[in-house]
T-cell receptor, first 114, second 112 residues
Framework: DTEVTQTPKHLVMGMTNKKSLKCEQH?????MYWYKQKAKKPPELMFV???????INESVPSRFSPECPNSSLLNLHLHALQPEDSALYLC?????????????FGSGTRLTVV | QKEVEQNSGPLSVPEGAIASLNCTYS??????FFWYRQYSGKSPELIMS????GDKEDGRFTAQLNKASQYVSLLIRDSQPSDSATYLC????????????FGKGNQVVVIP
């Protein structure tokens, strides 16, 4: 299995809703990442998990809350989002934070905040 | 200066021609370089990795790395309409924060 699976593929939520994005990989990768990508821009790093522990938070607002329940799963909990948070949210994984390999990206969740 | 720089202007190439994309990087410690292809509305897909000076070929794709001049390039031979996408150059510095640093991306349009 060489895939990173993200669900849901599309999500529309109101500004008062609470929702979660899910990401799963079975490649034995020990580093997992959340990225946000706006149209015509490169992906922007949000969080890095290394061996199931949060190692980097790129000054992301607290309305985004990551969670890594085990080495294969990564969640992103969303609460009280703003319309400007609408974007493509990408999960990625790599062998390790210390490694030299490229990241494998999931297909993404297209989030629209209304 | 951004870690990875790409000329972000769109590149139009006729079908069957060679598309050439370039990328420069500022961090001499960067060790690994990657080219990702991203179709509109889709996620980035890793198409080439290169770690050593020189050329690396995979099918119609050739990646080139020149560490002395700090540039990375991607050649797409016999360009096809299906190659129309945005190509993102990225690098990792094993001795720095080792996060994947992306360039802005280069849109390629292959004209039939």
């Amino acid at each position: 299995d060489t895939e990173v699976t993200q669900t849901p593929k599309h999500l529309v939520m109101g500004m008062t809703n609470k929702k979660s994005l899910k990401c799963e990989q079975h490649m034995g990768h020990r580093a997992m990442y959340w990225y946000k990508q706006k149209a015509k821009k490169p992906p922007e790093l949000m969080f890095v998990y290394s061996y199931e522990k949060l190692s980097i938070n790129e000054s992301v607002p607290s309305r985004f809350s990551p969670e890594c329940p085990n080495s294969s799963l990564l969640n992103l909990h969303l609460h009280a989002l703003q319309p400007e948070d609408s974007a493509l949210y990408l999960c990625a994984s790599s062998q390790a934070v210390e490694g030299r390999d490229g990241y494998t990206f999931g297909s993404g969740t297209r989030l629209t905040v209304v | 200066q951004k870690e990875v720089e790409q000329n972000s202007g769109p590149l139009s190439v006729p079908e069957g021609a060679i598309a050439s994309l370039n990328c420069t990087y500022s961090d001499r410690g960067s060790q690994s370089f990657f080219w990702y292809r991203q179709y509109s509305g889709k996620s980035p897909e890793l198409i080439m990795s290169i770690y050593s000076n020189g050329d690396k070929e995979d099918g119609r794709f050739t990646a080139q790395l020149n560490k002395a001049s700090q540039y990375v390039s991607l050649l797409i031979r016999d360009s096809q309409p299906s190659d129309s996408a945005t190509y993102l150059c990225a690098g990792r510095n094993l001795y720095g924060n080792n996060r994947l640093a992306f360039g802005k991306g280069n849109q390629v349009v292959v004209i039939p």
